[in-house]
């Protein structure tokens, strides 16, 4: 099952058909080879499906007329996932029941195993040719399912007002720059039902987005249930009340507040973005952001001082005390989280955490003498070290915010930079692997449109759609050989200030759309205006699925 619903009736696009009419006419049949080769690299005028823009397009004559008597060939090389999700949505999205042909022949889609073995596991090719439909890719990685969400960004802009579609022919050769493409929510300020988790990965499946980080545990809650720890969730999952408004104004109302994941619900969560090619990245915070934690198990603090989970927004001195019955604790919680979760990474948080009960407890100035700490900074650093050792025994790979450099970085960390891109440049020097979120533009929790005053509440901030899509993750200041490790990208959606799923689809879209092509297109294939000119088409898609973008976009 999808978590969109509605049919798409996506008309206008005869303009762009006639464009294309008079183009290959009167230039491209000239020298057409030599051309294509060198413009190939440019966004062309039929280029007005995709988002992102594929690496390469190219026009071919003819149209190619999909309606519901036209079948499907999977030539056993497309998996269940695929398969099931492409009957999906060519159901819920087009009314479309088309039959799966046990042989091949012309008028069909056909999905074909790439010759090339060495091709990019995301990589696939889509050749629209008025005899039929080819997607190719390798049979064990997500370039068919790219393939059928460039083929139905097509149709979406295809579709004639009978039902059918006729679709311009086309070459598409496309892989994506990035490995880590990836956006973020956090469920702890603001819980987000499961229903809605769901139509989250499907907006990041339409934009080829293949990383979800779910921002799990904070002060403000714990929302994973863990077997062996039940009051996590019992006490941790709940605040008697919440802060209203802007933080200045310091009010609260005394709304019990919470909710929580089963471990059922969030296999059925990795399920859900495995069939779509993404993988989910749990972040379990440590040593802050862990006042839900305490409150429900206070020994896991220095003071050991019953607490209550946090009503406000910020940053809290209650914090995991660094003795070992607070790592026991941890890596029996870690054992049950990594058995949910198959992706190799496991995020550890390492963001916001004060040192101030540190100093005064006697169980963490042993440990900086036993260890030879030269202070509180090592101390974190030694805890995060613990943690990664932890992880790697397990066979997964420990990422965290950049204050996991502070102190000295453990030894395969990867680096989430946020305060900045300063910290990913600092992590690539070292030859570690980098994922930039710099608050500026990747911060969606973040104003989107000035004046703010017009805009619903929000931290504060200013990171319009322009600059979203402007932004280079690979910084100027890194060499060659250093640029390799920066993985990708991440837009992160804090929701301090965002109450509800509307909301939330409100900050994302369309600044994820943006990323999208920061992240999948080569920047030389990358253009603004052609962009805008994308997402005003694609928009009846999103308005079919009520999706509850911001507009402002299309006021420019
Ligand atoms: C900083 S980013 C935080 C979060 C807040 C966010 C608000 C990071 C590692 N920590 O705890 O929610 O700013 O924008």
Not at 57 to 64: L, M, P, R, Y
Not at 370 to 397: A, M, P
Not at 448 to 469: C, K, R, T
Request: aromatic share 12%; glycine share 6%.
């Amino acid at each position: 099952m999808l978590y969109f619903s509605g049919k798409l009736s996506i008309s206008g696009n005869k303009k762009t058909q006639n464009i294309m009419r008079k183009k290959k006419g009167i230039r491209f049949q000239f020298c057409f080879v030599f051309l294509s080769f060198v413009l190939s690299a440019q966004i062309q005028p039929y280029d007005t499906v995709f988002i992102p823009q594929p690496a390469v397009t190219e026009k071919i004559s003819g149209v190619f007329n999909l309606s519901n008597s036209t079948g499907w060939f999977t030539g056993n090389v497309l998996s269940q996932g695929d398969v099931d999700y492409l009957r999906d949505i060519l159901n819920i999205q087009f009314n479309l029941n088309l039959s799966q042909v046990n042989t091949y022949k012309p008028g069909t889609i056909r999905f074909s195993e790439a010759a090339d073995t060495s091709m990019d596991r995301e990589a696939y090719e889509l050749n629209i040719a008025p005899e039929g439909i080819e997607i190719s890719a390798r049979k064990d990685g997500a370039g068919f399912f790219y393939g059928i969400q460039s083929l139905v960004q097509c149709m979406a802009a295809s579709r004639n007002p009978s039902g059918s579609f006729a679709l311009p022919c086309m070459k598409v050769k496309d892989a994506p720059r990035f490995k880590w493409r990836g956006m973020h929510l956090d469920v702890c300020r603001h819980f987000f039902p499961l229903d809605f988790i769901k139509r989250y990965i499907d907006l990041l499946a339409m934009y080829k987005l293949n990383t979800f980080h779910w921002h799990l545990t904070d002060d403000q809650g714990w929302r994973i249930e863990i077997k062996k720890f039940p009051m996590l969730t019992r006490v941790g999952a709940w605040r008697k009340g919440s802060m209203l408004g802007a933080y200045a104004d310091q009010n609260f109302d005394t709304l019990r507040y919470g909710g929580f994941y089963t471990q059922d619900e969030i296999r059925e969560v990795v399920n859900y973005a495995a069939q779509r090619h993404i993988v989910v990245v749990p972040e379990i915070e440590m040593p802050g952001h862990a006042v839900a934690a305490i409150a429900a198990y206070p020994f896991l603090s220095c003071t050991g001082r019953q607490i209550q989970v946090e009503k406000a927004w910020g940053v809290f001195n209650d914090v995991f005390c660094t003795k070992d019955s607070v790592f026991d604790f941890l890596e029996q919680v870690l054992q049950e989280v990594l058995a949910l979760f198959p992706g190799e990474y496991i995020h550890i948080g390492g963001d916001e955490c004060p040192k101030l009960n540190w100093k005064e407890c006697r169980h963490c100035q042993k440990r900086l003498r036993d260890e030879h700490l030269k202070d509180e900074h090592e101390l974190q650093s030694y805890f995060v070290k613990r943690i990664e050792k932890f992880l790697n025994s397990k066979g997964k790979k420990m990422i965290g915010w950049d204050e996991i450099l502070e102190g000295g970085l453990a030894p395969k960390a990867t680096v989430m930079s946020w305060r900045g891109t300063s910290g990913g440049i600092a992590a690539a020097k070292l030859k570690h692997q980098v994922v930039m979120s710099p608050g500026k533009p990747c911060y969606f929790d973040h104003y989107q449109y000035q004046p703010v005053a017009n805009e619903p509440l929000a931290i504060g901030g200013y990171n319009p759609l322009d600059s979203v899509y402007a932004f280079e993750p690979v910084p100027k200041e890194l060499s060659v050989s250093e640029q390799k490790y920066i993985l990708g990208a991440q837009g992160n959606v804090w929701t301090e200030y965002i109450l509800n799923p509307k909301h939330v689809e409100y900050m994302a879209v369309p600044r994820m759309c943006a990323l999208s092509e920061v992240l999948w297109t080569m920047p030389e294939r990358k253009n603004r205006s052609n962009f805008l000119m994308r997402l005003k088409r694609r928009i009846k898609m999103l308005d079919l699925m009520q999706v509850n973008y911001s507009k402002h976009f299309l006021e420019q």
